[in-house]
């Protein structure tokens, strides 16, 4: 269903999107207009800062798709939560977030659900993420995924067969401190990912927090993908979560259009969303395919429905 979706509005608006040039902050706050080079920055602090990225009715037209998820949610017979924590040991054992590598699948809150198995609150509340194919399977996400701007980008990143591997939405939940590589492992280069605002995100209301330099230190734990029983994999971390003291983060408050590009390897949170301000934000991963290898452990793999293809060759509209 939604594949096939019309998509008119936005292939309109992306023809505008390819000439837009974003701006660049290095340091933050210090602006640099026009800035062409993104991988020494991104070497120096695991993460770039891409201001007006999105335009605000771009942003808002993710949005509107956002919400409309959250309606096709209900349709769902699934139970699926999503959680950062080591407490949520199920979701390790959950085909439905394993198999979710090529489809658009729902996950919820951790107690979004009471004890009869229904809702408890309304879906636009209790959703934290939409994945992990958006960027294949629906017209909208497709589009800004494979736009322009952003092949524009992997290009100055010096990827030559760069492929997005998984996209998510996510709606707003805490995200313990984390590097991307410990789930989408590559090496010798670790995958970027791209994480847009698309409304604005401030300390209050859950902004990213980065530990700036920590890429440079290695990965530190990974979720293995065991095939011990071909039937259905498991999933299990090789290392207890490491501790990461609050004086590493600063917080990285950003206003709605932003992209913040980061490096794989660096570590990264956010934290409860403490005001009545929601902040959705759309995100991908880019892998390198040319002379790196992603490895077979991931717990994401190539799906029928969702190959590693070229964001370069990628069409935006099918
Ligand atoms: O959006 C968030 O709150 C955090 C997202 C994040 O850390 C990630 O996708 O790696």
Redesign the pocket.
């Known amino acids: 269903m939604v594949r096939n979706a019309p998509v008119p509005r936005h292939r309109q608006a992306h023809a505008q999107v390819t000439e837009l040039r974003y701006y660049l902050v290095t340091s933050y706050p210090t602006l640099a207009q026009n800035a062409l080079t993104l991988t020494v920055p991104l070497d120096r602090d695991g993460y770039v800062v891409l201001e007006d990225f999105l335009r605000p009715a771009e942003c808002d037209e993710l949005v509107a798709a956002g919400i409309d998820l959250t309606k096709q949610s209900q349709d769902t017979s699934h139970k699926a939560i999503f959680s950062t924590t080591e407490n949520n040991k199920q979701q390790l054992k959950d085909d439905y977030f394993m198999e979710s590598n090529d489809k658009i699948r729902f996950f919820h809150e951790v107690d979004a659900f009471g004890p009869d198995g229904e809702l408890q609150v309304d879906p636009a509340v209790s959703l934290n993420k939409v994945g992990h194919a958006l960027h294949l399977l629906h017209p909208i996400f497709r589009c800004y995924t494979y736009s322009g701007r952003v092949k524009t980008v992997c290009k100055e990143l010096g990827f030559q067969d760069p492929a997005v591997v998984q996209s998510?939405y996510?709606y707003?939940?805490p995200?313990i401190a984390?590097q991307?590589a410990t789930y989408l492992y590559s090496e010798p280069t670790p995958a970027v990912?791209f994480?847009i605002a698309l409304q604005d995100a401030t300390v209050q209301n859950?902004c990213?927090w980065m530990a700036s330099g920590s890429h440079k230190s290695g990965v530190h734990r990974r979720l293995l993908r065991k095939n011990n029983d071909e039937s259905k994999p498991s999933l299990e971390y090789d290392r207890p979560a490491p501790f990461y003291p609050e004086s590493s983060f600063t917080p990285v408050p950003v206003s709605k259009g932003t992209c913040i590009l980061?490096h794989g390897l660096v570590v990264?949170?956010?934290a409860h969303n403490k005001s009545d301000q929601s902040r959705h934000?759309y995100?991908f991963h880019v892998v390198e395919r040319h002379n790196n290898k992603y490895s077979e452990e991931n717990w994401l793999q190539e799906g029928e429905n969702a190959p590693f293809v070229n964001v370069y060759t990628t069409p935006q509209i099918v």
Do not use: E, Q
């Open positions: 998510m996510i707003k939940n995200v984390h991307d990912g994480w859950g990213l980061i990264h949170k956010s934000a995100t």
